[in-house]
């Protein structure tokens, strides 16, 4: 069982940066697919940015893509997201998500299989 704790979140004024930590306790970081999703008031979960077990691979949204970076350090079991240029429809619950298959990059909710807490990032104009 893998547990997931997410930080760094808060509110920040329209292209100003923020970044999140997700560490991760128990089962095998190491060998796990990690993704960052968000959801917003009445919208659904949505996939914003993946990371293979190596850290050699990752995939994007379309909407944060030049802006947002996945990373990760095995060595601290932890995955950030580093995000930039924010606009206010970057005001969401981020949650970071654990994929045990590892790949491919999964984009899917239901590709997932442990899940953080959440933290709030709100951004205003």
């Known amino acids: 069982q893998m547990h997931l704790a997410e930080s760094g979140g808060g509110g920040v004024q329209a292209g100003g940066s923020l970044s999140l930590s997700c560490v991760a306790s128990?089962?095998?970081?190491?060998?796990?697919?990690m993704g960052w999703f968000r959801q917003a008031p009445g919208k659904e979960r949505e996939f914003v940015a993946a990371i293979v077990w190596g850290g050699g691979n990752w995939k994007y949204a379309d909407s944060v893509k030049g802006r947002f970076t996945i990373s990760r350090d095995n060595t601290k079991n932890t995955v950030y997201l580093q995000m930039n240029s924010l606009k206010p429809e970057d005001t969401a619950v981020y949650y970071c998500a654990s994929d045990y298959a590892g790949w491919p990059l999964g984009t899917r909710v239901d590709e997932y299989e442990y899940w953080g807490q959440g933290t709030q990032v709100t951004v205003s104009t």
């Open positions: 128990g089962g095998t970081f190491s060998s796990n697919s």
